[in-house]
């Protein structure tokens, strides 16, 4: 129930922050210490909290659904839309995962108590300040009260205006935060300009664009096409963060979506899930990384807790793929 519940608290806070990064700090900040007490073993809990933060790329707003709008000339209010259901289709694959694992072995999340149904319902208010803040950054973007990249200072500050209103601030809390995200942040950014180094040797070898142009130039039919991209985009994840993946691959692939009358959109959702991946598969993934160093844990650990999860995604992946409606739906009837 906890992983289950981390799960459902990692695609919410996706509603706040929109970056599979974030989401994996302040899931492996908040929900790990909460399980390892309540006798979760590793294996389980980092995995579960270190893949999770990846569905907030899913869940509007999403810097991924921004740079992918950017590059496609599609329109960001419509791809963050789009992203609402493959969202809830990858935390529905997450929970089975979880499941099956236990199920497997029982050892891994050891039961806890039931919790009465009213103190579970009585619960749920706390998260209404995450509503109230996917209600304002989400609505105003797509009313055009201001852009994307607005929208992130809007959520920032209607964040610590709701701390403030609710009596959640105090000086000794806000020092205690700015020093803990000093720390966290310089830690991750020392990944990211690893990750950015190791990207610019990668780009200089030019093997991603030989791969990429090699499918490109192949003359298959529109699937074996689309199966071709998902392979070589998994591949390049595995060594590749998932901006540069996406800034070298969609200018290469996104002609062949437009050949083949793929919708943008669509194509869109099934791109950010790939770049989402790339962060969360071993051996260069930057959310396992940031995971060992929060959980202080061999490496070899998070990959093995990592493997599951990124199942999941490629489970999700298949149902976007084979269900078109689930990205393009909800976008035609907001119009």
Known sequence: GLAIASVCAGTALGAVVGDALVGCIAMMTIALPEMRRHGYDDKLAIGTLACSGGIGSLIPPSSNFIIYGVLAEQSIADLFIAGVFPGLVCMACFIVVIMIMVWRNPELAPALPRVPMHE????LK???????????????IYAGMFTATEGGGIGAFTTVFL???MGRLSWSIVTSGLNDTGKTISMAFTVLGGAGVFSYFMTMSKIPMILAGVIASMNMPPMAVMFAIIVCM???GCFIPA????LICVPIFLPLAALFG???IWFGVIINILVTMAGMTPPFGVSLF????????????????????VLAFFLCLGFCIAFEPLSTWLPAMMR
Do not use: C, H, Q
Request: hydrophobic share 60%; proline share 8%.
């Open 243 to 246: 901006i540069p993946l996406m």
């Open 290 to 309: 940031v995971a060992k160093e929060l959980a202080d844990v061999p490496l070899s650990l998070v990959y093995r807790s990592s493997i599951p999860f």
């Open 163 to 165: 701390a403030l209103v």
């Open 262 to 264: 793929w919708n943008l």
């Open 126 to 140: 706390t998260g209404l300040p995450i509503i109230i803040i996917f209600i304002v950054v989400i609505g105003g």
């Open 120 to 123: 579970r319902l009585v619960s």
């Open 234 to 236: 998994s591949l390049l």
